[in-house]
């Protein structure tokens, strides 16, 4: 009886064959995390920013710095009162940035800032330590 199957020389082509492909591709995908984290940051302060946009529609001012956005969660508990609060709110949940950091928000009620620090975490940088700022896209 013969029994079917490959040969140990066949398995050993086809593992290096995998090899050298997954050895082309890997530097292409893994250096586009850091990319993909400022994408996304960038996505993230976007909808923050809607989000900041109907609150204020409904309330005539951006939430303060001492509310915060956790003010675009649950109505404010201090500083100017919600005109017209939406009952689900404007977010489900502060979003954090792609780095676990709080988004830096700033706010006198008429106009605001929003920011991310970026990968390092703290102020300056280049490339994927760069600051991210609403105004600036």
Known sequence: ??????????????????????SLAAPRILGRTDEARVTKAMADMKAV?????????????????????SALV???AEGPAARSYREEGYLERVPLDPWNQEFLYGSDGRSYVLRSLGSDGEEGGDGVDADLDTRNF
């Open 1 to 22: 009886m013969h029994q079917k199957g490959f040969t140990l020389l066949e398995i050993l082509v086809v593992v290096m064959i995998l090899g050298l492909l997954i």
């Open 49 to 69: 920013e809607t989000a900041l946009g109907m609150y204020k529609l409904d309330s005539g001012t951006y939430p303060t710095t001492e509310q915060g956005l």
């Open 74 to 76: 649950e109505p404010p």
